[in-house]
């Protein structure tokens, strides 16, 4: 898990963050069991207090389910996941867009930029 101790972003989005982007990778399959909120604050060298806080959000957002006595577990639930990956991709796109405009290109610009990028990758692989 990479967490930016000096970002300006607070350290339980970024354990948010980062636990969608594991599971966007398929690396955290849905009823998946996360690690003890003692266990991944020492892996990361957090306070306990910082992933309760990340927990309690992920469990508001309905992207994770605590099971008493049992733990905290991924939400089986294909939907969830669809959206996950989904808010992803505008998020990537939506910067995509917004750094290309700051530096100067036209939408024309931009979507062509796009086209031959994608094209040649589609070749490479």
């Keep these: ?10 350290i339980y989005e970024q354990v948010i963050d980062e636990i969608k982007r594991e599971i966007a990778r398929g690396e955290l399959k849905p009823g998946q069991k996360l690690p003890s909120q003692r266990e991944l ?4 060298q957090v306070n306990p207090n910082t992933v309760q806080r990340a927990y309690r959000e992920m469990e508001i957002l309905n992207l994770v389910e605590t099971k008493r006595g049992k733990g905290t577990f991924i ?7 669809n959206e996950i990956n989904d808010q992803m991709a505008k998020a990537a796109v939506e910067k995509f867009i917004e750094d290309m ?20 990758r589609i070749q490479n692989d």
């Design 75 to 81: 939400k089986d639930d294909d939907k969830v996941i």
């Design 41 to 44: 604050a020492k892996e990361i």
């Design 101 to 120: 405009l700051s530096i100067g290109f036209e939408k024309a610009e931009i979507i062509n930029l796009f086209k031959e990028e994608f094209e040649r």
């Design 1 to 10: 898990m990479n967490i930016d101790y000096n970002a300006s972003k607070p």
